[in-house]
């Protein structure tokens, strides 16, 4: 059972680019998450799919921030205008239906960089 | 709201030493409460984890209890060892809307020297 797989892994972007981020989660994990960990800090959280359907956005996820996941399975993070305060990493998580004690897997993360 | 609290670090211990890392929450209702480790460069990876009151999370040689009086969630370890130097974090989850969204304390940095 493969984990939760990020691309890319690191990021460097000029200030006003749009960048994307790509997750593929655990197979039959109905669940997908988006966080943001910036340096020395815990992870906040982003946002949350069940299957394809978005279930709730974080007031971090300003209008520049849109998450999709079009089929149920891989989703995609894309940051548009990027500014210096989106440097950060991107973690992407992803559990199975269940009650509250249920287990999220995370990735690796992917790191963005923005000069 | 939710939140967690953990001791600042970076705790600085030699091998064999016992760790102590303190983590205290605030939520409503009965969440389920979370180790995650972090690795220099990786993603977090779930140590342990307890989902209602008194209960134990082990795993590695690491503990932590789940103590709804004192609202807290210590994470102990007899002997540490180099390999355990890492980023931990304290994380709850209150099952709201029927989902586990986590919330995060910042973390403490561990340094274990030989």
């Known amino acids: 059972d493969t984990g939760v797989s990020q691309d890319p892994r690191h990021k460097i972007t000029k200030r006003g680019q749009n960048v994307t981020f790509r997750c593929d989660p655990i197979?039959?994990?109905?669940?997908l998450y988006w966080y943001r960990q910036t340096l020395g800090q815990g992870p906040e959280f982003l946002t949350y799919?069940?299957?394809?359907?978005?279930?709730?956005k974080s007031r971090l996820l300003s209008d520049r921030f849109s998450a999709e996941r079009p089929k149920g399975s891989f989703s995609t993070l894309e940051i548009q205008r990027t500014e210096q305060g989106d440097s950060a990493m991107y973690l992407c998580?992803?559990?199975?239906?269940?009650?509250?004690?249920?287990?999220?897997?995370f990735g690796e993360g992917s790191w963005l960089t923005v000069v | 709201g939710n939140s967690v609290t953990q001791m600042e670090g970076p705790v600085t211990l030699s091998e064999e030493a016992f760790l102590t890392i303190n983590c205290t929450y605030t939520a409503t209702g009965y969440p389920s409460l979370f180790w995650y480790v972090q690795y220099p460069g990786e993603g977090l990876q779930l140590l342990l984890k307890?989902?209602?009151?008194?209960d134990k999370g082990s795993n590695k040689g690491f503990e932590a209890t789940y103590r709804k009086e004192t609202t807290s969630f210590h994470l102990e370890k007899g002997s540490v060892q180099v390999s355990d130097s890492a980023v931990y974090f304290c994380?709850?989850?209150?099952?709201?809307?029927?989902?586990?969204?986590?919330?995060f304390g910042a973390g403490t940095r561990l340094a274990v020297h030989p």
């Open positions: 799919f069940q299957n394809e359907a978005q279930l709730e």
């Open positions: 197979s039959e994990h109905n669940r």
């Open positions: 998580a992803s559990s199975q239906q269940a009650n509250s004690g249920n287990t999220i897997y």
């Open positions: 994380a709850l989850s209150d099952g709201a809307g029927g989902y586990n969204k986590l919330i």
């Open positions: 307890a989902t209602k009151a008194d």
